[in-house]
């Protein structure tokens, strides 16, 4: 569960949208300023200095509305087939010939009908699948998310990919000695898929969104400007904007009713129904109001997506005016100079960058090399399960049993098969030193903070952090709860804008760019938006895959043709150069072909392959919540994993026919793996329900999180409830973090309380004041069984400095540890003054390769230095952030003390954060967690690849995933990444990949 648009879009959203219904390089050597990369950045600091500068983004554009084609008619052609009511179509018609409303209308609908109608709603990678396997084969790696041939009848009439609500035979594999062939039946996957009814770009769909954009337009918004607005104004209390609400909200009531009745009966139809009572009369004025909620969250969705929409339509325009009359100028006036941009534009470098939610870098590593620990060592957990039942707490297992038939296999013998997983076996074996062995996930291990993290490299806090801690927070300075499972999820760009967090879109806006399905894409040149693609990505598998990857096949044509274009107007140029000046009628003649040329490269030239391309996969996190990250329905031939692998293929050869592969530095990350979960439990009832029992009285505990496995909250942008009048807010996410906030510090409500303040914690219902209770021992004995640890402040943290407390159980004793941190020195100790245990910094990782003799003696001397020699009281002796990495990479939990001694860097991270033990969830219905403490979920994945990379490369041992954003803008500008400056957050790896 993640990425804020998974969170909206996947469950609210299902419906909601509903509601809305050349020439030889050597020559070109000597080109450009810098030496020893010739003539790289030249292209691109034209295009930032003298092209892009220039755009003014003007609303003053003259089209003809008939430039606009929507399914293959013309704009107004199209609105007449819409089944609009007869006033609206009526209106929209006779507002064409106005150029402020046909243009943004125009391009909005071409973004959603256009780019993502036209292709087939088959399975492509189960069509693959039938290519390479055979029937017996398939038959054999059958799971819950598939099925052999045709999907039987009823699982067709969920509408939901994965929403398989029968049994199904056990899978097993085409491998006699891999897999024991036992008749059994498997229990159903039941996810939040499963709630939804599956929605489609249809008619109806298109027109629910032209009837909001005919209700919003006339209200003026930046029509009458000179140019578009660079940041769109979110609805705020203004009376012009609740005025707006009021117009919108019968609108959009209306269409939810009538999709409501196509409805099966179930949650998500109860769901709607809500909403719609909301909208009666006597509910109007009722805080977190929910019919108005969701009309605030509509508004700002279709106004934010037309002027992007806009935006991109607008810049596309001025930037090939601008290339054309750039290069036309410096034809005339410097023809050498145009010569040197088109070969500097053949040579130019590209980067891809990929973000997979819920990739670990040891799972993929173990199922392509079995002769790695991973897959042994997770079976044996799977076998262990049972164990780690706490004896004294109250427990439930999972809606859906694991099946794990494929990795048993894996762990019982090898696994021979060229069709399964291709890629990454070609990856780990050309490039096994770019790519990390040990990856950092940032804690907590949860989307909503390491999404941003991978896509921008900008730090959670400080300047020009992203502000996201967790999943949820309470911003105590607005009196406001986020929680981003649900409408909130729109909120994340807004928080992101207010920090000032530079995108990879902002900083390249000069360049050409391409948003394949991810977030934070505002400034991105072309965007697939990542909500649609997980509204629609369900019940159409390879939804996003396939769009994605038919812009790039035929941006690839074009770029052949640019890149033969270019040759030939640098071989005309230099024709007309050597043309005799006083043969004027042949030197016009030639001119004027010339300039011909330059007009049709300038038109074609956006058109090409994008200079830099993100791609958002979610798909791996996803269904593994669901059925469990090492089940079947993850890393059989016919999984999760496999189907990553056979569209990062299709990706590749995309740049491969486009001519630019050599050119092209590519770059994965994931932002957490996943750990099995065998039981799970309600912490929040565990502690206060008891507690409140034990005292007398009611305790004012409010829960703004769904469990793992539920649908989406629904938060009043506008009208949202108070926190003030509770004892304690508490929320949880993906199973493995729960976080209470408590308001009982001293320095007051607004202030983040600490230890010794928790210890003498006064509930709001007590009835003496001396009546305190020491609410952090109440937690730690109540979840003695259960709990890995909690961290909470020692005393108030800030970004040059920090000190936690973390508290658990072993073997029967409580452990209460400190870490500091000042500035870059840590100390990490144990109040007992013995040597601290909770983060198993002096065990080996059984999950990876023993470490060589040299590497356990590294080991051992940086367990001397950072744990025996440090004293407390020198912070000379203390070890450095990279010290305590470079030895806690041979640990259970990468980065732990450096991670613990940053989690209270912001502000709004929770009093108390509690990580749940290895096997054990947090509020949640099924049985794949992340955001704990375990290795196989702190492990994510970052590599790199591709032709640039060169054969010194230094072997990347650990790394944090923040690093793939640097890393990839310094190979493409040439410009150095220093963290802690202009935004970033973390440092490029460039400098280790050895670039030729």
């Excluded at 337009?217 to 609400?245: F, N, R």
């Excluded at 965007?527 to 769009?547: C, H, I, M, T």
Aim: glycine fraction near 8%; include cysteine; aromatic fraction near 10%.
């Amino acid at each position: 569960m993640d990425i804020c648009a998974k969170s909206y879009w996947r469950g609210l959203g299902k419906w909601a949208i509903v509601s809305v219904s050349l020439l030889s390089p050597a020559a070109w050597a000597d080109i450009g300023d810098t030496p020893v990369i010739g003539g790289v950045f030249n292209a691109s600091e034209i295009m930032r200095d003298q092209i892009f500068s220039s755009l003014s983004y003007s609303t003053k554009l003259t089209r003809d509305i008939a430039l606009f084609t929507i399914g293959g008619v013309s704009l107004d052609a199209y609105i007449l087939t819409l089944p609009l009511d007869k006033k609206v179509k009526a209106r929209v018609i006779a507002q064409l010939s106005d150029p402020s409303y046909a243009i943004p209308l125009g391009h909005f609908l071409y973004s959603f009908y256009d780019r993502y109608t036209g292709l087939s709603s088959e399975d492509e990678f189960k069509q693959h699948l039938a290519s390479v396997y055979g029937e017996d084969q398939l038959k054999k790696f059958e799971h819950s998310l598939y099925h052999f041939g045709a999907e039987p009848e009823k699982d067709k009439a969920s509408g939901a990919a994965g929403a398989k609500q029968s049994e199904l035979d056990e899978p097993e594999s085409s491998k006699p000695e891999l897999i024991k062939q036992e008749p059994a039946k498997q229990a159903s996957v039941k996810h939040q898929s499963g709630q939804a009814q599956g929605i489609k770009a249809d008619r109806q769909f298109i027109a629910s969104m032209v009837t909001i954009y005919d209700a919003l337009v006339d209200i003026g918004m930046w029509q009458d400007m000179d140019a578009v607005p660079a940041k769109y104004t979110y609805l705020t209390q203004s009376a012009a904007d609740l005025h707006l609400v009021d117009k919108i909200q019968p609108i959009i009531i209306g269409i939810m009713s009538q999709a409501v009745a196509g409805m099966d009966e179930g949650e998500m139809q109860s769901a709607v129904l809500a909403i719609i009572e909301d909208d009666e009369p006597q509910n109007r004025g009722k805080v977190n109001n929910k019919a108005q909620a969701l009309t605030i969250t509509l508004i700002d969705f279709v106004r934010l997506n037309v002027l992007k929409a806009y935006r991109q339509f607008v810049f596309k325009k001025e930037r090939e005016q601008a290339l054309n009359a750039w290069m036309q100028d410096t034809f005339d006036d410097n023809s050498d100079a145009l010569i040197g941009f088109l070969a500097s534009q053949q040579q130019r470098r590209y980067s891809v960058q990929v973000t997979v939610d819920g990739l670990q870098q040891s799972l993929v590593e173990g199922l392509v090399d079995q002769s790695k620990p991973f897959i042994h060592r997770a079976y044996q957990m799977h076998l262990h399960g049972a164990d780690v039942k706490p004896k004294g707490e109250a427990t439930k297992q999972p809606e859906h049993e694991q099946q794990i038939k494929f990795m048993a296999g894996l762990a019982e013998g090898e696994y021979h098969d060229q069709h399964y997983l291709p890629f990454f076996k070609r990856l780990y074996r050309d490039h096994p030193r770019s790519i990390t062995q040990v990856g950092i996930s940032s804690t907590p291990t949860i989307s909503v903070r390491n999404l941003p993290i991978i896509k921008t490299g900008a730090k959670v806090s400080g300047e020009g952090g992203t502000g996201i801690p967790n999943f949820h927070f309470v911003d105590r300075q607005q009196d406001r709860a986020y929680y981003f499972f649900g409408n909130d999820a729109l909120q994340l760009d807004r928080i992101m804008e207010s920090h000032g967090v530079r995108t990879m879109f902002d900083r390249l806006a000069y360049l050409i760019t391409l948003n394949c399905n991810g977030q934070y894409d505002w400034n991105a040149h072309t965007s697939y938006d990542g909500l649609v693609n997980l509204g629609f990505g369900e019940a159409q598998r390879d939804y996003g895959e396939k769009r994605c990857i038919r812009e790039l096949q035929e941006r690839a044509k074009v770029e052949v043709k640019l890149r033969t274009f270019r040759a030939e107007i640098i071989e005309d140029i230099r024709g007309y150069q050597g043309i005799f000046f006083l043969d004027v009628f042949t030197k016009l003649t030639k001119k004027w072909k010339i300039e011909q040329a330059i007009s049709r490269l300038a038109k074609l030239d956006g058109r090409g392959m994008p200079d830099h391309t993100l791609i958002y996969n979610p798909w791996p996190d996803h269904f593994a919540h669901f059925t469990g990250p090492f089940s079947d329905e993850i890393i059989m031939p016919t999984g999760e994993l496999n189907r990553l692998d056979f569209w990062l293929g299709q990706t590749e050869q995309a740049y491969k026919d486009a001519g630019i592969y050599d050119q092209t530095l590519w770059g994965m990350a994931g932002d957490h793996g996943l750990t099995p979960v065998f039981y799970a439990l309600n912490p929040e009832r565990q502690i206060f329900d008891n507690l409140s029992h034990k005292l007398g009285y009611p305790l004012l505990v409010k829960k703004i999180s769904s469990d793992e496995g539920e649908g989406p909250k629904i938060t009043n942008a506008l009208n949202y409830a108070s926190n003030k009048g509770l004892d304690v807010v508490v929320a949880s996410t993906a199973g493995g973090n729960m976080m209470m906030d408590f308001f009982n510090a001293k320095s007051g409500w607004q202030a983040q309380p600490v230890y010794n303040e928790l210890t003498h914690w006064l509930p709001i219902n007590a009835a003496q004041v001396t009546d305190t209770l020491d609410i952090v021992t109440e937690t730690a004995n109540r979840l003695s069984e259960s709990l890995d640890y909690m961290v909470l402040r020692e005393r108030q943290c800030n970004f040059a400095g920090c000190q936690v407390r973390l508290i658990g159980h072993r073997d029967g004793a409580r452990f209460d540890e400190l870490v500091e941190r000042r500035g870059d020195k840590l100390l990490y100790t144990s109040l007992t003054g013995e040597e601290p245990r909770l983060l198993d910094t002096q065990e080996l990782n059984p999950y990876r390769p023993t470490p060589s003799q040299a590497d356990i003696e590294h080991f051992s001397e940086l367990k001397n230095l950072c744990l025996t020699q440090a004293n407390a009281d020198d912070v000379n002796s203390w070890c450095t952030v990279l010290q305590w990495r470079d030895l806690t990479r041979f640990t259970l939990r990468p980065d732990s003390v450096n991670q613990i001694a940053r989690l209270y860097d912001e502000a709004h991270a929770g009093t108390i954060n509690l990580f749940p033990k290895a096997g054990i969830g947090y509020n949640t219905k099924v049985p794949g967690r992340h955001a704990g403490e375990d290795f196989p979920e702190k492990d994510a994945f970052i590599g790199f690849w591709g032709t640039p990379i060169g054969p010194n490369v230094s072997t990347l041992k650990i790394e944090e995933n923040g690093s793939l954003a640097p890393t990839l803008y310094e190979y493409l500008t040439g410009e150095q990444v220093i963290p802690g400056e202009n935004g970033w957050g973390y440092p490029s790896l460039l400098n280790k990949l050895d670039i030729q």
